[in-house]
């Protein structure tokens, strides 16, 4: 049982890596900053003062352009201009539209990750999820109310998506076939077959009236969708599922040892295609809320590097939904602030990517950030193979 110190310590461990991540960039935007450097031996203070000037203005320019200015907002509220409400808000908007298909994307990987198993199929469930999306959307548009229709086209989606990672479960269950080897094939079938199902289904002449994700303000700048709550309520439940359930417990004892899984009766192959299963079915989840969202609409094409930041996401969250949900939101926001601190200041792109990438490296390590800031070591976490051998 982790003691109340450990729960602190592992909450201030991912606040302490960004500290010391945008402290890394600091200096770098000021050992960068040659039109105040060149002061430096005429006015060493106005050098150093304006370099540092430089610094806090570049961090506020990423935090508006994530979150929002919160004075405008504050004002923008109180003034009641629906108009001005929509550009206050529209920074934090942008943020949560990013992470949702992230999150999604992200569940399925933890899924997988506790399971024992390397999903690297999650662009090619993506695409295979919102192409059942698609499918099930032109099927239902216009014959049923439109929340019905939506949930239709959804558990189209996801069903889409489990079916796609269905195949390299059963693969490793069956004949030992590696995930990774067949995960990574399957993403470069999946854009053909979309290619091939979406000409055959008539996917080019969907009707006007197909079902669509609403918003969750109904202002017309304000993109973001129901999509997000969705996410933010599966990764509720796939956590309930992962860590409050007898399935997700055999799940994780598989993950940490098949020995001990078999030792305890707990048939591993079943929850090998079980995990990888309900892993493409929470991409493809992402993929039709993703495709279905005022956003993008109907055939929107996939995030970048949609799979390769997911994993990236997923085991900086240590594999547990709610970690998820942060990891995603925290790229979210440093995706959209990038621009506004871009546009705002003139730093050149290159280094904020050199400032997000410290970010994600010190997350990644939390024992370099511990022994930088003198913290205390963690009690191991409990190990649910050695549990399992003790039943």
Same mark, same amino acid.
């Given at each position: ?7 602190? @310590?592992?909450?201030?461990? &991912? ?6 991540? #945008? ?14 450097? !060149? ?11 304006? !370099? ?17 200015? *919160? ?6 509220? @109180?003034?009641?201009?629906? @108009? ?16 949702? *298909? ?10 997988? #990750? @506790? ?38 086209? /959804? ?33 470069? /079938? ?20 197909? &079902? ?15 999509? #997000? ?108 602030? !990038? ?10 792109l290159a280094l904020l990517m050199v400032i997000i990438t410290f970010a994600i490296a010190l997350l990644a390590a939390p024992g ?11 009690? &191991? ?11």
């Open positions: 049982m982790r003691q109340p110190s450990d729960r602190l @310590q592992r909450a201030l461990e &991912p606040a302490l890596s960004l500290v010391t991540a #945008f402290l890394l960039g600091a200096v770098l935007i000021v050992i960068t900053d040659v039109e105040h450097l !060149a002061l430096l031996g005429t006015d060493p203070v106005a050098a150093i003062g304006g !370099a540092l000037g430089g610094v806090v203005e570049g961090y506020w320019a990423l935090f508006a352009g994530a979150l929002g200015d *919160p004075g405008r907002i504050v004002t923008a509220l @109180q003034g009641g201009n629906a @108009q001005d409400i929509a550009a206050a808000i529209r920074p934090l908007s942008e943020t949560l539209l990013i992470a949702t *298909p992230f999150i999604f994307a992200g569940l399925g990987l933890a899924v997988s #990750f @506790q399971a024992g198993l390397f999903n690297l199929g999650v662009d090619g469930q993506f695409g295979i999820g919102g192409l059942g999306a698609m499918v099930a959307a032109g099927m239902v548009a216009g014959r049923m109310p439109m929340l019905i229709g939506l949930a239709v086209a /959804v558990a189209g989606g996801a069903l889409a998506g489990a079916a796609y990672g269905f195949l390299p479960g059963l693969l490793k269950a069956r004949t030992g076939a590696h995930e990774v080897i067949t995960t990574l094939m399957l993403n470069g /079938v999946a854009g053909n077959l979309a290619y091939l199902i979406a000409g055959l289904a008539g996917l080019g002449m969907l009707p006007k009236d197909v &079902p669509f994700v609403p918003r969750l303000l109904d202002l017309r700048t304000i993109r973001v969708d129901y999509g #997000f709550v969705a996410a933010l309520l599966t990764a509720a439940l796939v956590s309930a599922l992962l860590f409050r359930t007898t399935r997700g417990f055999e799940l994780r004892v598989t993950g940490h040892s098949a020995t001990a899984a078999r030792t305890a009766g707990i048939r591993s192959g079943r929850v090998t295609m079980a995990a990888m299963t309900l892993s493409g079915g929470l991409v493809g989840m992402g993929a039709a809320f993703y495709g279905l969202g005022p956003a993008l609409g109907v055939g929107g094409e996939a995030p970048m590097n949609l799979g390769f930041v997911a994993i990236v996401l997923a085991l900086l969250a240590r594999r547990r939904p709610g970690g998820v949900v942060l990891t995603a939101i925290l790229y979210g926001a440093l995706t959209t602030g !990038a621009k506004t601190m871009v546009t705002a200041t003139g730093i050149p370099l950030v511990r022994r930088l800031w003198h913290l205390p070591g963690l009690t &191991p976490d409990a190990n649910p193979a050695a549990m399992a051998t003790t039943l």
